[in-house]
């Protein structure tokens, strides 16, 4: 059996357009305890405290000596560790794409899914949104959209409706294909979904998770033992990591772009635990907490300098799954639909019953 551990860095709840914590950072590693307390105590043999935190480590100098030493640990055995760094704004409109314009197409036979369309379609969203939409405009769309996913009800959805109406009548023309089509989704909403039943699917950390459970189902076919940091609550809180990992599916082999999903992940235990119990917890939030430092674009000359040598100490060598916006943009309309696409495909076969 393999132990895996999770911690994360970013998480600012429903509050995703914190210019300081653009992303959400996932890390694992498959070390052992008793590893990743020697590694500790060889990159930082001064350290009394009870637990190492990136917070505190990045920012001293001692403690980014320190890092660079644990860098280079890392860099001589990176199959180890595992990282997903999800953009927050990316999740967002690409939630917002799924929720309003898929359920819209899809009703009139497209399958919005084949052949990575959706992805191409919300890349040319976010230039919408981060380049041609007047900021406030865009962000007062994702934030109503955001309130109603957490919350949805009819206030909420009215709310977001005004919001893109209102946009409609001033945006620019390169905006306007995008926002009616988001306009009508919504305004269809409850023809096309039932509003009682639709919820906030978690997208930041279902996506982060199944990346790095996939490498490690790579790595070996386990089963695993998971632990994880108390902070990051989708483990417990998530009715979706049951359901993936219930060991009465069917199994069950998904293709997703270039990566395959298979379903049941085999894990057979899942706990939450305190960092300064698990050193192994400690390798992962400084991983966690480095890569989501940097992608932050405003840093002194001195840190970008650290950083720059922490990489190539060693970080770099580190194998990670990014989601955020690219610059691939999708041709004319999606295809004519043939059958269910492949989110149905997953939502049907992790349902009660299934195979039953």
Not at 262 to 280: D, G, M, Q, Y
Not at 284 to 310: K, M, P, W, Y
Request: charged share 20%; net charge negative; aromatic share 10%.
């Amino acid at each position: 059996m393999t132990q895996i551990y999770f911690d994360e860095s970013g998480q600012t709840g429903t509050h995703l357009f914190d210019p300081q914590q653009p992303y959400f950072v996932v890390a694992s590693t498959d070390l052992s305890d008793a590893e990743s307390s020697e590694i500790l105590k060889r990159a930082f043999p001064r350290q009394q405290a009870a637990e190492l935190k990136s917070q505190s480590v990045l920012r001293r100098p001692n403690g980014q000596r320190g890092f660079l030493e644990f860098a280079k640990e890392v860099g001589k055995q990176p199959q180890r560790f595992y990282a997903a760094k999800i953009g927050k704004r990316f999740a967002i409109i690409s939630k917002m794409v799924d929720s309003l314009v898929e359920p819209l197409l899809h009703s009139r036979g497209y399958d919005f899914y084949a052949n990575d369309y959706a992805r191409t379609f919300a890349n040319a969203v976010g230039v919408v949104f981060q380049h041609i939409l007047a900021r406030p405009v865009a962000e007062s769309i994702m934030t109503r959209y955001n309130a109603f996913a957490r919350s949805p009800n009819a206030q909420a959805l009215h709310a977001l409706q005004t919001a893109l109406k209102e946009a409609l009548r001033t945006a620019p023309e390169d905006a306007r294909l995008f926002l009616e089509l988001l306009y009508q989704g919504a305004i269809d909403f409850e023809q096309l979904h039932s509003l009682s039943a639709f919820e906030d699917t978690n997208d930041l950390h279902v996506t982060a998770v199944l990346s790095c459970m996939g490498h490690w189902q790579a790595q070996g076919p386990g089963p695993f033992h998971v632990v994880h940091d108390e902070s990051l609550h989708f483990f417990a809180r998530s009715g979706r990591w049951a359901e993936i990992t219930d060991p009465t599916l069917d199994p069950r082999t998904f293709e997703l772009g270039d990566k395959t999903l298979i379903l049941p992940i085999p894990v057979v235990s899942t706990k939450s635990a305190r960092s300064h119990e698990h050193a192994s917890l400690q390798v992962c939030d400084l991983i966690a907490g480095f890569i989501n430092r940097i992608a932050v674009d405003e840093q002194s000359e001195t840190f970008r300098e650290f950083a720059t040598n922490a990489l190539a100490a060693g970080i770099d060598k580190i194998a990670h799954f990014g989601v955020d916006f690219g610059d691939e943009f999708f041709e004319g309309p999606p295809e004519r639909a043939s059958g269910p696409d492949i989110v149905d495909q997953i939502v049907m076969a992790t349902a009660r019953g299934d195979g039953a």
